[in-house]
């Protein structure tokens, strides 16, 4: 399982030119590897996430995810490839608040038209991973920050994704509880084999991850 962007240029409108986003950005991440994206704000991060997401098309350059190459696909294969085999966890959970935490991760899977039962096992298991077994039948104004960003990760995991992109997972978390979370998806990464990659600002936990790269208007460097 691996994430490729291979030579990935992107560019936006800019009044009567074009504003570079990525410029030339070359990343290959294994499964079961965790690769932190750290650069200021504005410097690519979340266009990187975008397009390795399927989210967006690059202007130049190749997106491989879990050996299927992008570039060809229309808007429902890109759709498809994202339910599959790309997991998002987002800044904000943005759970459901009418939803227990079970039932959040039911329904990820139920738009893949998998089985009920085998839904309902694998739901209760990642929730049980990530610690929150006891609280399945709790619904996000039950829970703490901490405990709706671990649905969260568990969500994201459901449909057993060869890809995890991570966007700021520990923003709205204290020291203690942002360290525990990145703690859990470089743990869940290694178990699960996936090819994960977390754009933060937080510096303090880089030490966790296997790899760091920086992003300055638009490029990578190592």
Do not use: W
């Not at 490729?4 to 409108?13: A, K």
């Not at 950005?25 to 932190?36: I, N």
């Not at 879990?66 to 696909?73: C, F, N, P, Y």
């Not at 994201?156 to 703690?183: C, F, I, K, Q």
């Amino acid at each position: 399982m691996t994430l490729l962007l291979d030579d990935v240029t992107l560019t936006y409108p800019d009044g009567d030119g074009r504003l570079t986003a990525l410029d030339s950005v070359s990343l290959e991440v294994s499964g079961g590897t965790a690769v932190a994206v750290v650069g200021p704000s504005g410097s690519g991060k979340s266009s990187l996430l975008a397009v390795a997401a399927t989210l967006v098309t690059p202007d130049r350059g190749r997106v491989v995810v879990d050996g299927v190459e992008t570039r060809a696909l229309d808007r429902a294969a890109k759709a498809a490839l994202r339910r599959q085999r790309v997991g998002i966890v987002f800044q904000q959970p943005n759970l459901l608040p009418s939803l227990t935490a079970l039932e959040q991760l039911q329904v990820m899977a139920h738009l893949s038209g998998r089985r009920p039962g085998a839904v309902r096992r694998r739901a209760l298991d990642l929730l049980d991973a990530v610690g929150l077994a006891e609280l399945a039948r709790r619904r996000p104004h039950q829970l703490s920050g901490g405990q709706r960003q671990r649905v969260n990760i568990a969500r994201a995991l459901m449909n057993e994704p060869a890809v995890l992109l991570v966007d700021e997972p520990t923003s709205a978390l204290d020291h203690e509880r942002g360290a525990a979370v990145l703690d859990l998806l470089v743990t869940l990464t290694r178990e699960r084999g996936t090819a994960t990659v977390l754009v933060t600002h937080d510096r303090a936990h880089l030490g966790r991850m296997d790899r760091t790269i920086t992003v300055m208007d638009g490029r990578v460097t190592p």
